[in-house]
């Protein structure tokens, strides 16, 4: 299930809140987007996730795509589950913070 789809121009404010959580299945929005050839293909596709779902066996569409990993205080980056495409970088939002807030 998609529980956040928006399209972002470059000066767009990213949204606050991601919805969603656990049973990560990533096949969904590749399988929509092929399924929905007439709308506007996207240049970018960008994940936020713990990398801890199903990913789709190969590249479906082609389109390039991040995996934007957020690394739960359990595990170790090197030993999140591998994407079958695209790149994988580490974000870790509780050292993003500007350290003058």
Not at 7 to 15: F, G, K, V
Not at 87 to 100: A, F, G, H, K, Q
Request: aromatic content about 10%.
């Amino acid at each position: 299930e998609v529980h956040l789809d928006v399209t972002l121009a470059p000066t767009d404010e990213l949204p606050e809140n991601y919805p969603g959580g656990g049973g990560t299945d990533f096949r969904p929005p590749f399988k929509r987007l092929r399924d929905e050839p007439q709308g506007e293909r996207p240049a970018l596709i960008v994940y936020l996730t713990d990398m801890y779902g199903t990913f789709p066996d190969k590249d479906p569409l082609g389109i390039p795509t991040i995996w934007l990993a957020s690394c739960p205080a359990y595990a170790k980056f090197e030993s999140l589950p591998q994407p079958t495409f695209g790149t994988m970088i580490e974000y870790d939002p509780l050292t993003d913070e500007d350290e003058d807030e």
